[in-house]
């Protein structure tokens, strides 16, 4: 079984992602994840991002194929 991993804002708190395996999900909505020059961070503060171990084992977000690219061109 492959793990989830919850993206975390250290400044804002919220949820804005999961990885799962090499995939990432995030809101459809506005954009939650955003590149600010080499790096990754919150769509809605600005600040940065962290990943922590998922203990529920349920995805809470869906795929976007433009998330995805992002992730796999960094």
Known sequence: MTPI???????CGRAVGQLHGRRLYR???PPSIRKDGKRT????????????PDDSGMLRFRETAMATEQIRAS
Do not use: H, P
């Open 5 to 11: 991993y919850d993206i975390l804002c250290m400044l």
């Open 27 to 29: 809101d459809n909505g």
């Open 41 to 52: 961070v919150c769509g809605y503060c600005g600040g940065s991002l962290y990943i922590q």
